[in-house]
């Protein structure tokens, strides 16, 4: 995710670092040569460009928008809800560890389930942006071995977590309500887990996204046609507005659509298990805390 100070107005027509114009700049050069190529054989006279009514191009123009606008709603409250399940992480973690010291103590047992509540964050993270889980939950585990093999690495966490305070149960150490409480806090991540597994596994229908990039291009090719006869040198400049318009908003409705990757746009969730691994290791009482993660180039992953 881009974190900037907010720039002046000025300076931002100039900034690309966060902008779309680096993933469509390739389409932009296609479509404005396209235009230029058009200007040059009607100007020379190759072919000859009846005066063409732009309603048509207006009427379209205005659909291609509406439905744009449609796609990158539903990308956006892809994005948003995603953001909102990690803060509620954030919660969840904050809240198992407090409530854990409470009733477990400062005791082994209470310090090995908090530190695995970070092994789960990592783990889920990695899940996600498809490394290796079992590899960054390891180190946080007092008992590595309940991750080897298993495909599911953060649910094998909570099962995991759920045995450590079921055997306290039974030795007493906490009452039942007391365990129905924490294992509330287990359930919530795995609610967690299970809604950001559906985000990332079930993309918007293809044909959708398929229709309205193949309608850009199209709207973007043949605008040309129309323009050249009513303004002339002037039609590459307005047909380069229209297609970064487009094909800008077609781009970032791919990025949004699929928040956990590494594009710009995308939400920063290593930063936010850092910061789970901060509050939980600082309610250990451990003084050597890691650092937040900081954006680098104006980038926060």
């Known amino acids: 995710m881009i974190v900037r100070p907010r720039p002046g107005s000025f300076e931002l027509l100039f900034i690309l670092r966060g902008s779309i114009v680096p993933a469509i700049a390739s389409r932009l050069a296609a479509i404005v040569a396209f235009s230029c190529l058009i200007l040059w054989l009607a100007h020379s006279g190759i072919i000859h ?3 063409i009514p732009l309603a048509p191009f207006s009427f379209l123009g205005l659909a291609l928008s509406v439905f ?3 796609r990158n709603n539903a990308c956006y409250d892809r994005w948003w ?4 399940q990690w803060g509620d992480l954030i919660v969840q973690a904050r809240s198992f560890s407090r409530e854990s010291r409470a009733l477990l103590g400062n005791s082994s047992s209470q310090e ?5 509540v970070i092994g789960f964050a990592h783990a889920l993270a990695a899940q996600l ?3 290796n889980p079992a590899a960054e939950a390891n180190p946080w585990l007092a008992k590595p071995e309940v991750v080897s093999g298993k495909r599911n690495v953060p649910d094998a966490i909570l099962h995991d977590i759920n045995h450590q305070l079921a055997h306290a149960l039974h030795h007493d150490e906490l009452s039942d309500i ?3 409480g924490l294992n509330a806090r287990l359930l919530a991540m795995a609610s967690i887990q299970a809604a950001c597994e559906r985000i990332r596994n079930t993309p918007t229908p293809f044909a959708y996204s398929l229709l309205l990039h193949r309608t850009a291009w199209l709207f973007c090719l043949l605008l040309p046609f129309g323009l050249v006869s009513v303004i002339g040198i002037m039609t590459p400049l307005v047909v380069a507005i229209t297609a970064y318009t487009f094909f800008g908003l077609d781009a970032l409705g791919d990025e949004l659509e699929e928040p956990f990757g590494l594009t710009d746009n995308d939400l920063p969730i290593d930063a936010m298990v850092r910061t789970i691994e901060i509050d939980l290791l600082e309610s250990l009482g451990v003084r050597d ?3 937040p993660l900081q954006p680098v180039n104006f980038k926060l992953q």
């Open 178 to 180: 007391l365990y129905e």
């Open 49 to 51: 460009l009846a005066e």
């Open 68 to 70: 744009l606008g449609f």
């Open 81 to 84: 809800e995603a953001r909102k």
């Open 129 to 131: 942006r498809d490394r």
């Open 112 to 116: 090995n389930i908090v530190r695995a």
């Open 289 to 291: 805390l890691p650092a």
